[in-house]
């Protein structure tokens, strides 16, 4: 009788020694609090890290694709015309019309091969029979901050062109849309995408540069 007592009461002492006490539970729930702090202040940091990122990879990725559909000869939609130059438009000024670029979009457009470059259009839908094929709209805080040259010019806007058989890049750039082309001996276009911040501690930045060679590479 007494073993069996025994044994149960070591059993109801091991049960008990299991448990949490009250010190123990409020050092977890601390722990807890503190991480959870931490992570929802530094929330917007990431997100707005984030969205730059995808917007500078959506670009570059968009440049890319309008290389390949020249070097590709790809017709115009619709047609048989093969012979197209392709390119993409960005400018840093604020939005006058939805084909026109700003620091808040840029669109892809398709242009006769002897000209090369983007023609303005009064429209403002993107498609045939201007020349826009595809416009993006930056929706987040991100802007398209500064568009420079090699020689360290600062441009209001570009248009980098690709036509077939070449890969290299052909540049025009405009101080306002009315202005002919200024295409001049440029061999890079750096373009400077931020998070839209003023506050230069929380500033970021990314660069998409672009050779007269066709080559396309991120920076921070």
Not at 66 to 95: C, E, P
């Amino acid at each position: 009788m007494y073993k069996i007592s025994t044994k149960i009461n070591n059993l109801f002492k091991t049960s008990i020694n299991k448990g949490f006490t009250l010190v123990e539970l409020m050092v977890v729930i601390s722990i807890f609090v503190i991480i959870s702090g931490v992570a929802i202040f530094d929330y917007g940091n990431f997100r707005s890290t984030v969205s730059l990122q995808n917007l500078t990879d959506d670009i570059a990725l968009s440049i890319r694709k309008a290389q390949g559909f020249a070097i590709g000869a790809r017709a115009v939609s619709g047609t048989t015309d093969f012979n197209k130059s392709y390119g993409m438009h960005f400018s840093t000024l604020d939005i006058l019309n939805q084909l026109d670029g700003s620091k808040k979009s840029f669109l892809m457009f398709n242009s006769d091969a002897s000209n090369k470059f983007y023609d303005y259009n009064t429209d403002t839908v993107c498609g045939s029979p201007n020349e826009c094929m595809e416009l993006f709209k930056i929706s987040t805080a991100d802007i398209i901050k500064e568009i420079k040259s090699d020689d360290g010019s600062v441009l209001n806007s570009i248009d980098i062109s690709f036509k077939r058989p070449d890969s290299k890049a052909f540049f025009c750039s405009r101080s306002t849309k009315v202005n002919s082309c200024d295409i001049r001996n440029i061999s890079r276009v750096d373009i400077t995408i931020s998070n839209g911040q003023t506050d230069s501690s929380k500033l970021k930045t990314r660069v998409i540069s672009v050779q007269n060679t066709g080559q396309i590479s991120i920076s921070q």
